[in-house]
C-alpha cells in the first residue's frame, strides 16, 4: 500500500507507531510512505541524524521522498546517484529511507509517480546571508536587530533548491518517452495559477518562478490521475485531480 504525507521538517513524529496506530493505520514492510518535500532529515551531520537514521532504519515501511526547499542539498549529494523502480534515487538509510530524485519516472505497485522536488523559499524577507560578503556581520547584526527572518547561504540556505536547466530538461524528455502520460505527479510546489489561487486562499506570501511556471506548463500537455504536493502548509484537495498535503496521512487515491 502506498501513503502520502506533507511536509514533515525534521519532526517525524507523525510516523511512528504510536501516531499511526492513532490514525488506524498499522503499516508493514510491503507499504510506503511517500512524503511531499520539506523532509528535514538530512540537515547536518550531527547526533540528532544518526538518531533519525537509525529510527527509520527500524519502521517496517519504506520512506519514500522528494526535496523541499528546507533541505541541505551539499549533504544530499553527498549520496550515489542510484536506479531504482525505473528511476534515479539516493538511498539515505538503506532501503528504508530513499530520495525520489527530479524529473524522474518511477513504476511503483503497477503505478507510475513522475517526481520532480524542490521550491523557491518565500520566508526569509531579510534575505540569505553570505558569510564571504564583507558585510556579513553588519547585515546580521541589523537582521537580528529588527527581527527579520534570514538565512545562511550553505547554513540554512542553499540555491539549489530550484532545479538547473539540465533537470528541468531530464523532465522533459523523461515525460516525452512516457508519452506525457502517469499515474500520479509528486512534488512540493504546484504550478503558477493553482498556487497563486492557494496562497490567496491562505493569505501568504508567494510569487511565480521558474519552477511554478515549469509545472503551469505540464499542466497544459501532460496526463495524470492525480498531482499531490506538500510546501503550502495546509492540507485541501483544490479539485478532483490535485491535493495539497500536510499533516494528514492519507492513501493513494484516496
Known amino acids: 500500500m502506498i501513503y502520502l504525507t506533507g511536509d514533515t521538517h525534521n519532526d517525524f513524529s507523525k510516523l511512528s507507531n504510536k501516531s499511526l496506530k492513532k490514525k488506524g493505520l498499522k503499516l508493514t514492510e510491503d507499504d510506503y510512505i511517500i ?3 520539506d523532509f528535514g532529515l538530512c540537515w547536518a551531520h550531527d547526533k540528532n541524524f ?8 527500524e519502521r517496517p515501511f519504506t520512506t519514500l521522498w522528494i526535496q523541499g526547499n528546507h533541505e541541505n ?8 546517484l542510484e536506479e531504482w523502480h525505473g528511476g534515479l534515487v539516493r538511498h539515505i538509510v538503506r532501503d528504508k529511507v530513499i530520495l525520489l530524485e ?34 556579513f556581520e553588519i547585515k546580521l547584526k541589523e537582521r537580528r536587530r529588527d527581527w527579520i527572518p534570514y538565512r ?4 540554512s540556505w542553499w540555491p539549489q533548491e530550484l532545479p538547473t ?18 499515474d500520479y505527479v509528486i512534488t512540493h510546489c ?15 506570501p508567494s510569487k511565480a518562478d521558474v519552477l511554478t511556471d515549469y509545472f503551469q506548463a ?12 506538500g510546501h503550502y502548509h495546509y492540507y485541501l484537495q483544490t479539485d478532483e485531480k490535485h491535493t495539497v498535503l500536510y499533516n494528514d496521512i492519507i492513501k493513494l487515491d484516496e
Request: aromatic share 14%; hydrophobic share 35%.
Open 35 to 37: 512524503v511531499a518535500g
Open 50 to 57: 544518526k538518531w533519525n537514521c537509525k529510527w527509520f532504519g
Open 73 to 80: 542539498y551539499d549533504m544530499i549529494a553527498e549520496y550515489p
Open 102 to 135: 527530479r524529473g524522474q519516472i518511477f513504476n511503483i505497485e503497477g503505478h507510475t509517480f513522475f517526481t520532480f522536488g524542490g521550491a523557491a523559499s518565500h520566508d526569509i524577507p531579510g534575505s540569505a546571508l553570505d558569510r564571504n560578503d564583507p558585510e
Open 152 to 155: 545562511i547561504i550553505g547554513e
Open 165 to 182: 536547466e539540465q533537470e528541468l530538461q531530464t523532465g522533459l524528455d523523461n515525460l516525452a518517452k512516457a508519452d506525457f502520460t502517469v
Open 190 to 204: 504546484c504550478a503558477t495559477d493553482l498556487q497563486t489561487a492557494i496562497v490567496h486562499y491562505l493569505n501568504k
Open 218 to 229: 505540464l499542466e497544459g500537455k501532460l496526463h495524470y490521475k492525480h498531482w499531490y504536493f
